[in-house]
């Protein structure tokens, strides 16, 4: 099984691999408690991501309040192996609908 930093690599790649263009940032949680974990670019468009490795891990203060807020603004998830293809299809369509 792999680990957060493991599959956070792998999710980049797979993000480049359905997004070309798009920039991957990493979020410093140390600058905003638990803003989430990456910032995806692709056009006019953007989505935020907190990866975790399972459902079930702990999420952490603020981090639920960051994902519902940024949610309203634009995209973002809570993302971790058991729904990835769920979200990244929902970021398709997102990103369909607003470029």
Same mark, same amino acid.
């Given at each position: 099984?792999?680990?957060?930093?493991?599959?956070?690599?792998?999710?980049? *790649?797979? %993000? *480049?691999? $359905?997004?070309? #263009?798009?920039? !991957?940032?990493?979020?410093?949680? *140390?600058?905003?408690? +638990? %803003?989430?974990?990456? !910032?995806?670019?692709? +056009?006019?468009?953007?989505?935020?991501?907190? %990866? *975790? %490795? =399972? &459902?079930?891990?702990?999420?952490?203060? @603020?981090? =639920?309040?960051? !994902?519902?807020? /940024?949610?309203?603004? +634009? /995209? =973002? #998830?809570?993302?971790?192996?058991? @729904?990835?293809?769920? $979200?990244?299809? &929902?970021?398709? +369509?997102?990103?369909? #609908?607003? =470029?």
């Amino acid at each position: 099984m792999m680990n957060e930093t493991q599959y956070r690599n792998h999710l980049e *790649k797979t %993000i *480049k691999e $359905i997004f070309p #263009a798009c920039f !991957i940032l990493r979020n410093d949680a *140390k600058n905003i408690q +638990g %803003i989430p974990d990456i !910032i995806v670019l692709c +056009g006019w468009t953007w989505a935020m991501l907190e %990866i *975790k %490795i =399972s &459902e079930d891990a702990p999420v952490q203060p @603020n981090q =639920s309040y960051y !994902i519902d807020l /940024f949610d309203q603004m +634009g /995209f =973002s #998830a809570f993302i971790y192996p058991d @729904n990835e293809w769920e $979200i990244l299809m &929902e970021m398709v +369509g997102y990103f369909d #609908a607003h =470029s």
